[in-house]
C-alpha cells in the first residue's frame, strides 16, 4: 500500500508515547498544538473553504437527550474573500442554513440512505465584520420538540467574521461508524471531510471536533503533521482540538490515521480513502 511508508514514520515520530497518547484536549477548552513550518509570505489568501457536517441524533444536550447537530457550528472566515460554504448532511432529512442579515440561505438536500451524505454548497463574500447568527429553518430534531432548533451550538450557530488576514480555516469532523461503503455493505469510522483544499504560503488553522471516545490521528509526513485527537468524553459530548501548520508546496498530500480503528470491520477504513485516509490539496 502506498502510505506504508508514511505509517511507519510516522509511527517513529509518536515514539514511546504510544498511539493512544495524545495532548490536552477539553470539549470546553480547546487544545493547540503547533505542527509544519511557518513561512514568511506575501501570498494573498484569495478563497475559503469551509466544510460543516449535520449528525442526526449526536451531540448531547442539557436535557439529557442526543440531538441534532451540526459539527463545529461557530466557526470563523475572513471579511472580504470569497467562501466556499459546503455541509455534508448524513440525516434523512432537509435542513436550511440562514442567516438573513448576510443574504445567506443554503438549502441542504436530505442524505439518500444512512451513511450516504449530500454535500450541499453556496459561495458568498462577507463584507462586514461581526457575529452573525445562523440557524435552521427547518423542522429537524425527530421526536425532539424541535429542541436543537432553538439552542446555540446545535442546528444554531454563530458565524464570526473577522478582518481581512491571511489565514485559513479548516472544520474537521470525526465519527465511529459514520460512512457507508458500497464495497463491503458496512457502516465505518471516517472523518468528515476527508478530502480539503488549502493555499501555499498561508497559515492554516484546523479545528476537529471528535464524536468517537476512541483517539484518532491525522499524520501527513508529506507537509509535516502528526496530530492526535483524543476521543468524546462520552456519547455526544466530543472533544475538540486545534492546530495549525503552513503549506510550503502546492501538490496532493495524502493523510492517514495511524491508530487502529474501525476494528469492528477489521480496520477497513484505515486502509481506504475518504474515510480514515484521504488527501490535502495544496494551490498556489
Known amino acids: ?15 514511546v508515547a504510544g498511539c493512544g497518547t495524545a495532548g490536552p484536549a477539553s470539549p470546553n477548552a480547546p487544545a493547540v498544538s503547533n505542527s509544519g513550518s511557518t513561512t514568511n509570505t506575501t501570498t494573498k489568501l484569495s ?6 457536517t449535520v449528525l442526526p441524533g449526536s451531540r448531547l444536550g442539557a436535557d439529557g437527550k442526543l440531538h441534532d447537530t451540526v459539527t463545529n457550528p461557530n466557526f470563523t472566515v475572513v471579511k472580504g474573500v470569497p467562501v466556499k460554504l459546503s455541509v ?27 451513511g450516504v451524505p449530500v454535500i450541499s454548497t ?17 423542522s429537524v ?3 425532539l420538540d424541535r429542541w436543537a432548533l432553538n439552542h446555540q451550538g446545535f442546528m444554531e450557530g454563530i458565524m464570526h467574521v473577522v478582518p481581512y488576514q491571511n489565514k485559513q480555516y479548516i472544520y474537521l469532523a470525526i465519527k465511529d461508524g459514520l460512512h457507508y461503503a458500497a464495497a463491503d455493505g458496512k457502516l465505518h469510522d471516517s472523518y468528515s471531510p476527508a478530502d480539503f483544499t488549502v493555499q501555499k504560503g498561508i497559515p492554516v488553522q484546523v479545528t476537529v471536533e471528535n464524536f468517537d471516545t476512541g483517539s484518532h490521528s491525522l499524520t501527513d509526513p508529506g507537509l509535516g503533521i502528526n496530530e492526535v485527537f483524543t476521543g468524546a468524553s462520552g456519547a455526544g459530548t466530543p472533544s475538540e ?7 510550503n508546496k502546492t501538490g496532493t498530500f495524502p493523510w492517514s490515521c495511524i491508530i487502529a480503528c474501525d476494528t469492528g470491520a477489521g480496520g ?5 480513502n475518504g474515510y480514515m485516509m484521504g488527501d490535502i490539496s495544496v494551490t498556489s
Do not use: K
Open 88 to 114: 455534508y448532511n448524513y440525516s434523512a432529512n432537509q435542513y436550511t442554513l440562514v442567516n438573513t442579515m448576510l443574504g445567506l440561505r443554503l438549502h441542504i438536500a436530505a442524505a439518500p440512505r444512512q
Open 47 to 52: 478563497m475559503q473553504t469551509v466544510a460543516l
Open 268 to 272: 477497513w477504513a484505515m486502509m481506504h
Open 122 to 138: 453556496i459561495t458568498f463574500t462577507p463584507t462586514t465584520e461581526g457575529a452573525f447568527s445562523w440557524r435552521c429553518t427547518a
Open 1 to 15: 500500500m502506498r502510505r506504508t511508508a508514511w505509517v511507519a514514520a510516522a509511527l517513529l515520530v509518536m515514539g
Open 241 to 247: 482540538t486545534t492546530f495549525t501548520f503552513t503549506p
Open 141 to 143: 430534531d425527530g421526536h
